[in-house]
């Protein structure tokens, strides 16, 4: 069983290292946009909405982010469908966004902490670490995978997740369990 959670874990670092480095130096510069307009905003005219400024950081960053993921970290994996993409992206961004939003809520309204600082940490630190989390493996698997799985360096990811490639692709077409192909199964002694 060791060896088997060893397995996974090794397969689980073969399989993100390929992205991980792009993927951070976007969410890094796209940090020190959403940090930089969040400051500013708390500093200046919505000093008393920290929630709505959050939110307006955050839309800024993600369309820096888009722009910089789609033409740079994942460029080789563009869909097609841009419009399909696009809407992909802000969904997964826009619970990001709830993420980080979510953050400076729970400091402001139910710990009460109001000051800039302790709201900058909410949602520029706790919520932009946990947003970044969910958006790798949003992006990872439901933005830009189509293409990726049909790649053959990507062809075995999903196995290395746990779930065979075949039951993905027979769950996406609405299959319960394996189709009848009219052979004959072979019993193998």
């Given at each position: 069983?060791?060896?088997?959670?060893?397995?996974?874990?090794?397969?689980?670092?073969s399989l993100f290292w390929r992205e991980v480095a792009k993927f951070g130096v976007v969410g890094g510069v796209a940090f020190i946009i959403d940090s930089g307009i969040y400051v500013w905003l708390l500093h200046g005219s919505m000093s008393d909405s920290q929630v709505?400024?959050?939110i307006i950081a955050g839309v800024v960053a993600t369309i820096f982010?888009?722009?910089?993921?789609?033409?740079?970290?994942?460029?080789?994996?563009?869909?097609?469908?841009?419009?399909r993409e696009l809407v992909m992206f802000i969904i997964m961004n826009?619970?990001?966004?709830?993420?980080a939003a979510a953050c400076v809520w729970v400091t402001k309204y139910w710990m009460g902490l109001t000051d800039p600082t302790?709201?900058?940490?909410a949602g520029s630190v706790v919520g932009l670490i946990l947003g970044?989390?969910?958006?790798?493996?949003a992006y990872r698997f439901w933005v830009f995978g189509k293409e990726m799985d049909q790649e053959e360096e990507f062809a075995h990811d999903h196995e290395l997740l746990g779930r065979?490639?075949?039951?993905?692709?027979?769950?996406?077409?609405?299959?319960?369990?394996?189709?009848d192909t009219g052979s004959t199964p072979k019993v193998l002694r």
């Amino acid at each position: 069983m060791l060896e088997r959670i060893k397995s996974k874990i090794a397969g689980l670092i073969s399989l993100f290292w390929r992205e991980v480095a792009k993927f951070g130096v976007v969410g890094g510069v796209a940090f020190i946009i959403d940090s930089g307009i969040y400051v500013w905003l708390l500093h200046g005219s919505m000093s008393d909405s920290q929630v709505k400024a959050k939110i307006i950081a955050g839309v800024v960053a993600t369309i820096f982010s888009w722009v910089a993921n789609r033409y740079w970290t994942f460029r080789h994996r563009r869909q097609a469908n841009v419009v399909r993409e696009l809407v992909m992206f802000i969904i997964m961004n826009a619970i990001g966004l709830g993420i980080a939003a979510a953050c400076v809520w729970v400091t402001k309204y139910w710990m009460g902490l109001t000051d800039p600082t302790s709201v900058f940490i909410a949602g520029s630190v706790v919520g932009l670490i946990l947003g970044t989390i969910f958006r790798f493996f949003a992006y990872r698997f439901w933005v830009f995978g189509k293409e990726m799985d049909q790649e053959e360096e990507f062809a075995h990811d999903h196995e290395l997740l746990g779930r065979p490639k075949t039951d993905i692709g027979a769950a996406a077409n609405g299959s319960t369990g394996p189709t009848d192909t009219g052979s004959t199964p072979k019993v193998l002694r």
